[in-house]
């Protein structure tokens, strides 16, 4: 489970999902849950899990002993009939992915004690969670959740990283450059290294952003940039003209605002078919145009350009570019090996970095930034389970 899942009118999607499938499965059964640590937890959740386990990592590099950790304590209470309690500490601070990732203090800090608190006499997993942001809910918030068979010390774990994190709220920050959009653009230009990767933030899909948004496709022809790779924009009619037309033809085209056209405007531009993803079905077509000094990828449908890969199957280089634009907040492994510098752009999108001037905030339970003057002191919630 993500922990993210966002349905409109029902504020804890992930809740009514664990519920229907506990009246399936019977109240004996135990069931595990493994989680991206962007996730939110609320009191359904706990109530209805017997044990989870989330990432330690962002970006993302621990998913197969995330999974291992929640299967392997799953398979281990099974086998000797071991009840779990299931604790959670809920923490009022709401931050972006992009200033609280495992690679930079205090997001580091925090993280990399859990592995040595794992190994707690009576503890089976000690999980702590960021929450997303962008979901304005009720159960949105930071949260600890410790799994094992000895409360006192699945308390004491609990308590100790909630108020450690809580004293972190004020140190969390971007752990790269940002600056505006135009900003970002005119420093890429002039910079005397290369590849400059310019972070598309506020329309990262992967943070839940549509994918669809021409914005920085914009400034850049604006700015008249050269050398540019840009991965990607998703538009399904734009590509479907591309294949149409055929490689080496030159074609007006719409690009952006496909998926969602109240969030942005589309871009009139006459581009060249460059190449075109050899694949049968054509949900899932790619085709890379040239519009003036940019080379653009443009998808069937929503994705991330995060890996080498998704530029050399389309023959282009991306270490050669002069500016490399991908929708993304912090970068991940392989795109982050290769930046030249890199900057991070404040655009605007469904996961807008700007989170305390967002539109929505009818929701949320008091959190911190959003409230700033708050107090906290750390209470732990024992599932219902646990006692039963
Ligand atoms: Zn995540």
Sequence with gaps: MHGAMFVEGMQDAEADWYESARKVVGAKCLMSASYDLHGNISKRIIDTLDMMSAFRTAPHIDREETMSRACDMLVKCIQGNIRTTLMWASIPVLMPGERSSTEWNPGKRLWSQLPEMNKTAGVLDVSMLVGYVWADEPRGAASVVVTGTNPASEEKIAKNLAQQYWDARREFDFGTEVCSLDACIQKAMASKTSPVVLADSGDNPTGGGNGDQATVLEALLKAGAKGVVFGGIADRPAVEACYQAGVGKTIPLSIGATLDPYASKPVKVQATVKSLL?????????????????????????????????????????????????????????????????????????????????????YRKPTFPFVDDLTFTPTVYTSARSHS
């Design 278 to 362: 050899e694949i049968a079905d054509p949900a899932k077509r790619e085709a890379a145009v040239q519009i003036q000094g940019i080379t653009l990828i443009l998808s069937a449908y929503r994705r991330p350009y995060h890996e080498i890969v998704d530029f050399t199957k389309m023959g282009i280089d991306p270490k050669s570019a002069k500016i490399l634009v991908v929708k993304s907040g912090y970068l991940e492994p392989q795109i982050k090996a290769i930046a030249n510098p890199n900057l991070m752009a404040l655009t605007d999108g469904s996961i807008n970095q700007d989170i305390v001037h967002l539109p929505t905030n009818k």
